[in-house]
Nanobody, 125 residues
Framework: QLVESGGGLVQPGESLRLSCAVS????????IGWFRRVPGKEREKVSC????????YYIDSAKGRFSVARDNAKNTVYLQMNILKPEDAGTYFC????????????????????WGLGTQVTVSS
């Protein structure tokens, strides 16, 4: 089971930290990915992190502003989002995959087996 939290309404330039609580069989998965869905657009992968070696991936628009980390003791993965922009808004989902995260973007969306229900991020002045 994956449960996201931490979304909300912020102004441009502010920060949010999303959390993904991992429980049950999903805690055995290698990779936790973060995805964003915006109405009218395809869901896109924002970031992922490997539990094996800590490898991370970020979409280009997130590089330098977002940071993903996992606390294995708490079975929680965090997505720290700084200097938020209106285009960062959307519903954010975390998902688990048995395929390891790579710096080039793997695994693909279809290779994630479990998904959370999402948390809404709104960036508006």
């Amino acid at each position: 089971q994956l449960v996201e939290s931490g979304g909300g309404l912020v102004q441009p330039g502010e920060s949010l930290r999303l959390s993904c609580a991992v429980s049950g069989s999903t805690s055995d998965y290698y990779t936790i990915g973060w995805f964003r869905r915006v109405p009218g657009k395809e869901r896109e992968k924002v970031s992922c992190i490997s539990s094996y070696d800590g490898t991370t991936y970020y979409i280009d628009s997130a590089k330098g502003r977002f940071s993903v980390a996992r606390d294995n003791a708490k079975n929680t993965v965090y997505l720290q989002m700084n200097i938020l922009k209106p285009e960062d808004a959307g519903t954010y989902f975390c998902a688990a995959s048995i395929i390891d995260c790579t710096s080039s973007g793997g695994p693909q969306q279809g290779e994630y087996d479990y998904w959370g229900l999402g948390t809404q991020v709104t960036v508006s002045s």
